[in-house]
């Protein structure tokens, strides 16, 4: 038996569109197969629009369940490394904002920590009983674990753990040395590594916790005068995607954030770093506030995202360097298999722009030489 509702819309198709042959002015008329073809025919367009129809409103229905809350920052324990500064000090105020009990802010810099922490005590809600803590420590030190059992003696175990710190570095290939590949991937990864090693064991005990990496663009696309950082970056998408397949069955759940160029004193730094051709193909994207990063951050966490990206250039880019990560929703996976195509296809002229830029650059630089 059919539903009401879809017997009474495909009766009024059946009245409805270019009829090829005297259509069937009833339900009952339709007993097989070769009955539905014949109502698909005679129905024409109007059928193929009411196809459609139904598949958005389907699509936008799982859509919206994909917007709800699978975890909830409020009253957690969140520890940000590289949280004195940036994105991770973002990270910091908008996990304050929503409610988390106790945000631990880890960074070498004890002056910063102190500053940054007074900026974010002024956001303390004080019936909620927050506080912030700051340890100052190198996340590449071999004496972290002993630091951060220090740092965390008396506070409630970590739930939450946001790997921010991170350096950055831009150079062509020839003019970056092994020793510049070495510091990117010790603090990069291993810097991402060693916090993560250090709090996992507790997580696991209780069976619940949430562990974010800040990758960037540039773990996901070529992008000039990065090999080193983007070599970095692509190994910490690499480790968060192993790391959730090993996880999951613990009730940990795994992210990756690629954010694009956003405005922090990092930024500020690379910017005198940056050649002509690093520079015109940054001009194809804008500069994210840290703010909003931060809170697209919050906000993945809170869904159980694993990739979490950034406005629509970090979506479309999502999509396409979307591989064999892990499916957080039917609606992700479905908008996926869709646009992967026509993505691909913009992709494409991105990146023919970008050699394009290569190209013209190093021949204005050879006239100019
Ligand atoms: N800004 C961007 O455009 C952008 C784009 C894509 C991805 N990202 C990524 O986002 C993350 C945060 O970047 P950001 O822009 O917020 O940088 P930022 O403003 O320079 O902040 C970096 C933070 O990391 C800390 N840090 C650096 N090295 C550390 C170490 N060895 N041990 C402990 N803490 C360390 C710094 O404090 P101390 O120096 O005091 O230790 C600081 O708190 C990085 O992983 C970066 O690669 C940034």
């Given at each position: 038996?059919?539903?009401?509702?879809?017997?009474?819309?495909?009766?009024?198709?059946?009245?409805?569109?270019?009829?090829?042959?005297?259509?069937?002015?009833?339900?009952?008329?339709?007993?097989?197969?070769?009955?539905?073809?014949?109502?698909?025919?005679?129905?024409?367009?109007?059928?193929?629009?009411?196809?459609?129809?139904?598949?958005?409103?389907?699509?936008?229905?799982?859509?919206?369940?994909?917007?709800?809350?699978?975890?909830n920052l409020a009253g957690k324990h969140v520890l940000i490394?590289?949280g004195s500064?940036?994105?991770g000090k973002a990270v910091a105020k908008e996990a304050l904002l929503r409610g988390a009990e106790v945000v631990t802010i880890?960074?070498?810099?004890?002056?910063?920590l102190e500053a940054t922490k007074s900026e974010l005590e002024r956001l303390i809600t004080p019936k909620l009983d927050q506080r912030v803590n700051t340890?100052?420590?190198?996340?590449?030190?071999?004496?972290?674990?002993?630091?951060?059992?220090?740092?965390?003696?008396?506070l409630p175990?970590?739930d939450v753990?946001?790997?921010?710190?991170?350096?950055?570095?831009?150079?062509?290939?020839?003019?970056?040395?092994?020793?510049?590949?070495?510091?990117?991937?010790?603090?990069?990864?291993?810097?991402?590594?060693?916090?993560?090693?250090?709090?996992?064991?507790?997580?696991?005990?209780?069976?619940?916790?949430?562990?974010?990496?800040?990758?960037?663009?540039?773990?996901?696309?070529?992008?000039?005068?990065?090999?080193?950082?983007?070599?970095?970056?692509?190994?910490?998408?690499?480790?968060?995607?192993?790391?959730?397949?090993?996880?999951?069955?613990?009730?940990?759940?795994?992210?990756?954030?690629?954010?694009?160029?956003?405005?922090?004193?990092?930024?500020?730094?690379?910017?005198?770093?940056?050649?002509?051709?690093?520079?015109?193909?940054?001009?194809?994207?804008?500069?994210?506030?840290?703010e909003?990063?931060a809170?697209?951050?919050c906000?993945?966490?809170?869904?159980?995202?694993?990739?979490?990206?950034?406005?629509?250039?970090?979506?479309?880019?999502?999509?396409?360097?979307?591989?064999?990560?892990?499916?957080?929703?039917?609606?992700?996976?479905?908008?996926?298999?869709?646009?992967?195509?026509?993505?691909?296809?913009?992709?494409?002229?991105?990146?023919?722009?970008?050699?394009?830029?290569?190209?013209?650059?190093?021949?204005?630089?050879?006239?100019?030489?």
């Amino acid at each position: 038996m059919m539903p009401g509702w879809l017997d009474s819309v495909l009766t009024y198709l059946l009245q409805w569109g270019p009829h090829h042959d005297p259509p069937k002015q009833n339900m009952d008329d339709i007993d097989d197969l070769e009955d539905v073809f014949e109502l698909m025919f005679s129905c024409g367009w109007g059928l193929v629009v009411a196809i459609f129809v139904l598949l958005l409103l389907f699509w936008l229905f799982l859509y919206l369940l994909s917007l709800r809350n699978q975890y909830n920052l409020a009253g957690k324990h969140v520890l940000i490394t590289g949280g004195s500064s940036g994105i991770g000090k973002a990270v910091a105020k908008e996990a304050l904002l929503r409610g988390a009990e106790v945000v631990t802010i880890l960074a070498r810099n004890e002056e910063k920590l102190e500053a940054t922490k007074s900026e974010l005590e002024r956001l303390i809600t004080p019936k909620l009983d927050q506080r912030v803590n700051t340890i100052s420590a190198d996340v590449c030190s071999e004496e972290l674990q002993e630091e951060l059992e220090i740092g965390l003696s008396g506070l409630p175990p970590v739930d939450v753990l946001i790997n921010s710190a991170g350096i950055t570095f831009t150079a062509s290939f020839q003019d970056t040395t092994p020793q510049d590949f070495e510091k990117q991937l010790q603090v990069n990864v291993l810097g991402s590594v060693r916090p993560t090693k250090v709090l996992l064991p507790d997580m696991i005990e209780k069976q619940q916790g949430r562990i974010v990496f800040i990758s960037s663009m540039a773990g996901q696309t070529a992008l000039y005068g990065y090999t080193a950082y983007s070599a970095s970056k692509y190994a910490v998408r690499g480790l968060a995607e192993v790391l959730d397949m090993e996880l999951k069955v613990h009730n940990i759940r795994v992210s990756v954030s690629f954010p694009p160029d956003t405005d922090t004193p990092m930024l500020q730094g690379e910017l005198g770093q940056r050649s002509p051709i690093v520079k015109a193909q940054a001009g194809f994207g804008s500069v994210f506030k840290a703010e909003s990063v931060a809170r697209d951050i919050c906000r993945g966490i809170e869904r159980g995202k694993f990739l979490i990206t950034h406005g629509f250039d970090g979506f479309l880019l999502g999509v396409i360097a979307t591989g064999m990560s892990p499916v957080y929703h039917w609606a992700t996976l479905i908008t996926e298999v869709v646009c992967l195509g026509l993505f691909r296809l913009v992709g494409c002229v991105y990146i023919t722009l970008f050699y394009n830029i290569v190209r013209r650059e190093t021949k204005k630089a050879k006239k100019q030489n």
